[in-house]
């Protein structure tokens, strides 16, 4: 997918613009919020299994190269093809050649992000393959043209009318005096769209939530079933995933599990968790008769070492977006790449580097609630500041920033200049703003002010008062 | 039947072992010049060896019947129905009580299991039982779950002859059975016992964690059954010992 990172500020403002977006933002934050607090209350254990989560990824990164070695050991003894790919075409080729191999027409996919990353869909549709998305959000994107708002809800920037808009203009050849206008009614009507595809396709692609090293097993997680009818009924399955995705034991990918569904929607856990390892037996009645994993880097081993290695513990849980104001007030989409959000706002920079997306870390209040609520206690606050240091150090903000960054830092280098300064600021600003207390408009700060007023300062400088306090403790010290 | 269908596809080419060894190296080489030395090799050899177990959560170790009714809670909590009997010769006549109130076809399609199998369809109720993997337009599949966890009311189901995958997603409605004597408390319970089970050859093709029937809420986050696998979930707890 073409990045848009570097038209943040004119993304944000359209979002902020867009009526419809709007409305369906306004649901984010009462329905996974409060589902997620509550399942949180259900289980006592919460806050420590965060850290075992923690814990675990950090202790599997630290051995990368043993425990991939190790998985893909495992997995191709119990009959999966592995491979390896370094960058995202890489692993293009590598699943259309699998395709072709398997002289495939139809293409099933469930929801992968990685998928997304590497614009694979794309690149299968180029060589003439039908490429169907069966998880009913990306379906629904798919046909928009458009790409995910969000890890987990990838339509969660949509209204029900314009689904039902879009399911008429598609589904051209069902009755048109159809009644589209309830959820349940789309989802029927998805389903029976669907299952054809599920029944025809040749090929079934999914991504992973987990590899397993112990087992060599593939896993993954879904509510709607969907994974699984793509890589149960098509005759070859793959599975693509990137470096971060495998974990040693199935003990750790439970507790991983117990982390997963209960951040993302407040669910215990998701209605179905599969865990694949090679292909059809010999005398299995079904199933894929081929498996193939391809295991993915596209630069997330430069993070290994690095400052950045925390974001590597990710689980994908969309948590951290889904207690963002930032996020509620612009969605997905204007963040302009595959990975939205705190997340995204670390990520982003990390894979397709700072120059084109330094806007992404100022793209938070840096309140602290995505750290909060992250599974595996990924500091995204600290990782956010950090890049914006890396953009600062490597030139990569704008002249008007470094301008008034660096004319504070001189100033703040000139003790008595500064409180000369800010003492002639704050008593003018008081002068300005009269009888009511407050500015309605200030120079440089237009965007803060035509939203809100600024309270004008009192009078006295906070070094002022700073230094009045101090003298008054000193006199109740003395008189003690 | 899909069986016949297809011929096994030709090994696709592979990338090389260069890619393998480059991202490899790479990886090495961000972990400061990680060497494959003993003491790291005997970490990850012995983590995978003991798979020593995480946190477990209280409510997995509750006794007896306090679990059972857990698992049923938590299923329920899922929009499962959790039917109760007493020995594996009243399973059909339950099955059929739940088929006539669902309204639904007194028909169902299941696989080789022995335990399914030994069940009196014929003399207990009038259900068709259909052989082998689920097809396009079957109604009820019918499974025996390996296992069960009740701290979040999850069902484990093991791919095979016995109990094909098909039939956990194509038909509209699902019922799975388990003794009582299958439900554990925890993840990690089932899978020791599933462990013991395979031995050491790999694990079945997939093991599906099932809690309740298919849902999505990709539409304006409103929560709808039967998006794409069973519409509805009846779970069959043999309460004999």
Sequence with gaps: ?480 | MRKARFKRPDPPPQTGSRARERLLDKIRTALGGATVDELRSAVVKDRLRLHPANLVPARANLPGEQLIALFRQMLESQAATVIEVETPRDVPAAVADYLRRSNLPARVRMGQDALLRRMPWQQESAVECLDGAAEAGDAVGISHATAAAAETGTLFLASGKDNPVTLNFLPDTHIVVVEQSKIAGSYEAVWGRVRASVGNGPLPRTINLISGPSRTADIEQTIVMGAHGPRSLAVVIIRQK
């Design chain 1, 1 to 480: 997918m073409e990045p848009s990172t570097r038209n943040f500020p004119g993304n944000a403002a359209r979002a902020l613009a867009d009526h419809q977006l709007q409305r369906a933002l306004a649901k984010v934050p009462v329905g996974f919020v409060q589902k997620r607090a509550d399942a949180r209350e259900r289980l006592p254990e919460f806050e420590d299994l965060r850290n075992a989560g923690r814990d675990i990824k950090n202790h599997t990164l630290q051995h990368l190269d043993l425990y991939l070695t190790e998985y893909e050991k495992r997995a191709t003894a119990a009959g999966a093809h592995v491979y390896w790919a370094e960058t995202a075409s890489d692993a293009c080729s590598i699943i259309l050649e699998i395709c072709r191999q398997a002289g495939a027409r139809v293409v099933t996919k469930g929801k992968s992000m990685i998928s997304e990353e590497i614009g694979l869909n794309a690149h299968l549709a180029a060589s003439g393959l039908d490429v169907v998305e069966t998880d009913l959000g990306e379906y629904i994107i798919q046909l928009r043209g458009e790409t995910p708002s969000h890890i987990i809800a990838p339509a969660v920037h949509l209204n029900k009318e314009q689904v039902e808009a879009d399911f008429r203009r598609v589904h051209a050849d069902l009755a048109e005096g159809r009644s589209l206008t309830e959820p349940s009614e789309l989802v029927a009507e998805a389903r029976q769209v669907l299952r054809q595809k599920f029944l025809t396709a040749d090929v079934g692609i999914t991504g992973a939530n987990f590899l397993i090293a112990e087992t060599g097993s593939s896993v993954i997680v879904t509510n709607e079933g969907n994974g699984d009818l793509t890589q149960s009924l098509a005759k070859v399955h793959v599975v693509i995933a990137s470096i971060d995705k495998v974990v040693p034991t199935l003990e750790d990918a439970s507790t991983l599990i117990r982390l997963l569904a209960r951040s993302a929607t407040g669910q215990e856990i998701s209605t179905y968790t599969t865990f694949s390892t090679g292909a059809r037996r010999p005398d299995d009645p079904d199933g894929p008769e081929a498996y193939h994993v391809v295991i993915l880097d596209n630069g997330r081993s430069e993070l290994l070492g690095s400052a950045f290695q925390e974001v590597l513990r990710c689980i994908r849980c969309g948590a951290c977006m889904n207690h963002c104001p930032v996020y509620h007030a612009i969605g997905g989409h204007a963040y302009g790449w595959v990975y939205p959000g705190p997340i995204g706002s670390v990520l982003t920079p990390s894979l397709l580097g700072i120059r084109q997306s330094s806007h992404l870390p100022n793209a938070s209040t840096l309140c602290g609630r995505c750290e909060a609520v992250c599974p595996v206690k990924i500091p995204l606050p600290k990782l956010m500041r950090q890049w914006r240091e890396e953009a600062f150090e490597s030139g990569n903000t704008t002249a008007g920033f470094r301008f008034g960054l660096a004319a504070w830092a001189w100033l703040a280098r000139h003790p008595r200049l500064y409180r000369l300064a800010s003492r002639l600021g704050v008593a003018m600003l008081k002068l300005v703003s009269g009888s009511t207390g407050r500015l309605r408009w200030l120079p440089f700060a237009g965007g803060w002010t035509r939203h809100r007023d600024l309270p004008a300062p009192h009078g006295r400088t906070f070094q002022a008062l700073w230094a009045a306090g101090r003298n008054q403790d000193q006199d109740r010290q003395d008189k003690s």
